[in-house]
C-alpha cells in the first residue's frame, strides 16, 4: 500500500505479465514514424516478429516499409523469429545504402583524410598499400545532388567495419585494415568513406579492399539521404 505523499512508481507495466520494450528507430524510418525510438508492449517469449507488428500499430507510417527493415537485439543483425527480453537493446534499421595496431575504424562529421586512413595501416612488412575514396558525385540517376547526408548507428556500425576486417584477415590473412566513413552533410566532391588496406602484395590488397567497400554496403548499418534543390530521398527506401 503506498503511503499517503509517497509517489507512486511510473515505469510499471501497464500489465502484469507483458513485457515493454523501445525499438530504436534510423533514417527514414525514424523520420516516417516522428520518434526516434518507440516503446511497445509484447507478451513473454515475444519474437523480433511480434516487436515489428507492435512498432507498426504505434507507428502505422512505417506499414509501407517495414517489411524492408533488418532487426537489431544488442547491436547484431538477427532473424524475426529471435526471441527478446526487457533488457535488450532493440532496432529496426532501413536497407543499409559503420582497433589494434594497424587497425581503426571509425565515423566522425569532420572532412576525411585518406593520408590519416592510410598510415593507420602502412608497416615496412607490407609491400603495397590500397586506399580506396568514396566520394559525393554530382548527378545520381538523372537528377543533379545538392549534397548527401549521412546517418549511422554509433557502436554497431564500427563493430560491423571490424568484423569485415576480421573477414578479411580470414580470407587473404591482412591483418591491417582502416575504414572511416563520415556523417552528417557531405557536399559534392567531398570523401564520404576511405577505406585503407596494407599487405604484402598489391593482387590481395586491391581483392581486400574491394570486398571492404561491397561488405560495408551490404552490412553496416549507415543511411544516405540525397538531397536535391526540389527534393529529397533516403537511399534505398523506394515508394
Known sequence: MTKPGASSSTAAPATATNLRVKVRLFAAFRERAGAPEVEVEVHPGASMRDVVAAV??????????????????????????????????????PPVSGGSEGRRFWLTEEPLDAAEVSRVVEDP???????????????????????????????????????????????????????????????VGEASIVIAVASGHRRE?????????????????????????DGAVWIGMKP
Open 205 to 229: 590488397a586491391f581483392e581486400a579492399c574491394h570486398y571492404a567497400i561491397d561488405r560495408v554496403k551490404e552490412i553496416v548499418p549507415i543511411w544516405k539521404r540525397e538531397v536535391w534543390k
Open 56 to 93: 507498426v500499430c504505434r507507428a502505422p507510417t512505417l506499414a509501407g516499409v517495414v517489411d524492408a527493415a533488418r532487426p537489431v537485439r544488442n547491436q547484431e543483425f538477427v532473424s524475426l523469429d529471435a526471441a527478446v527480453a526487457p533488457s535488450d537493446e532493440l532496432a529496426l534499421l
Open 125 to 187: 612488412a607490407c609491400g603495397a598499400v590500397v586506399t580506396f575514396v568514396g566520394a559525393v558525385r554530382r548527378e545520381n540517376e538523372g537528377r543533379e545532388v545538392d549534397y548527401l547526408e549521412y546517418e549511422a548507428y554509433p557502436g554497431m556500425a564500427e563493430a560491423k567495419m571490424a568484423e569485415i576486417a576480421g573477414e578479411i584477415e580470414a580470407r587473404w590473412g591482412i591483418t591491417r585494415v582502416a575504414m572511416v566513413h563520415r556523417l552528417g552533410r557531405c557536399e
